[in-house]
């Protein structure tokens, strides 16, 4: 009897085993994320399997299966670890960590990034020896800043009190330096 040859992992698999493996080099490290496109420069780097030029093209589907391989295995799902690069948000990718954990779909891109920050602190707690006891979910530090700086921004543009007589601004006493109203 002849054994039959197993056929070659396709590429999928072997991107999954070295993204599976990248991120839980990222988690080691308490607060760090990845970028998509530095995970697919890594993840082909080690595998030593060139994908196409368009990332979203194939990062995607390996995504899909290190969530799908993180659920099965009862792992905290790393691709929470996996953000925008311009944003530092957590792409629709992370819908698959979602759904395979049986929640409803997130109803916006705030609630996705709620629900990946939970997941990363999951992931740090698992794999990085170095997690504060204070430690709790956090965004991604680009996504933070830039919700700083939105936050600061409303702040300033919000008008401070004004006299309903004249339309001056009022002084900090709340009484009219033009008309004394």
Partial sequence: MTGSIAPERSANEIWADAAHAVLQAVAADYGAVITAKDLGI????????PAGPVLQRWINPVLGEVAARCQDAGDPPLISLVVNKTDGRVGAAYDAVVSAQGLPAPADNDSRDQLAAQSRQECYQRYCDSVPSSA??????TLQAALDKERKLRKSME?????????????????????DM
Wanted: with cysteine.
């Fill in 42 to 49: 890594q993840v082909q780097q080690q595998s030593g399997v």
């Fill in 136 to 141: 709790r979910p956090m965004l991604s530090p």
């Fill in 159 to 179: 008008q401070a009190p004004r006299c309903p007589t004249c339309n001056v601004e009022l002084s900090r006493t709340g009484i009219c330096d033009s008309c």
